[in-house]
C-alpha cells in the first residue's frame, strides 16, 4: 500500500482545514487507518484512526470535537477534517494503514510523507 496525504497549509487559529490521504492498492477497505501527527521536537502522537468497513472512530482528546476522520473505500481515501484549530495543533501530520487497531505508530505498517500544519495565533 502507499499512501500519499495532502491537504495541509498554513492557517489562522479558528480556522479550518481538510486532509486527505489517498492509497493505492485494492485492499484499501481491509486497513485500518490513522493520523498521527509530530511537532518539532516531541514524539509523533496518535490523533485519530477510522476502523474498516462500517467506519467506527477513535480521537485522542485534544482532538474531540474539533477533528473528524472518514473513509470513502470507493475512492480508497481517508480524510481528516480539523475545524477550531489552534496554534498547538501545528505539525506535520502523517496518515498511516495498519491490519489492526491501535494507538500506537509501531502498529502501523504503511505511511505517507507527511504534509505540514502552521495554525498562527
Known amino acids: 500500500v502507499q499512501l500519499q496525504a495532502s491537504g495541509g497549509g498554513l492557517v489562522q487559529a479558528g480556522g479550518s482545514l481538510r486532509l486527505s490521504c489517498a492509497a493505492s492498492g485494492r485492499t484499501f477497505s481491509s486497513y485500518v487507518m490513522g493520523w498521527f501527527r509530530q511537532a518539532p521536537g516531541k514524539e509523533r502522537e496518535f490523533v485519530a484512526a477510522?476502523?474498516?468497513?462500517?467506519?467506527?472512530?477513535d480521537y485522542e482528546d485534544s482532538v474531540k470535537g474539533r477533528f473528524t476522520i472518514s473513509r470513502d473505500n470507493a475512492k480508497n481515501t481517508v480524510y481528516l477534517q480539523m475545524n477550531s484549530l489552534k496554534p498547538e495543533d501545528t505539525a506535520v501530520y502523517y496518515c498511516?494503514?495498519?491490519?489492526?487497531?491501535?494507538?500506537?505508530?509501531?502498529?502501523?505498517?504503511?505511511w505517507g510523507q507527511g504534509t505540514q500544519v502552521t495554525v498562527s495565533s
Open positions: 498511516a494503514a495498519g491490519g489492526k487497531y491501535s494507538r500506537s505508530w509501531a502498529v502501523y505498517d504503511y
Open positions: 477510522v476502523m474498516y468497513r462500517f467506519g467506527s472512530t
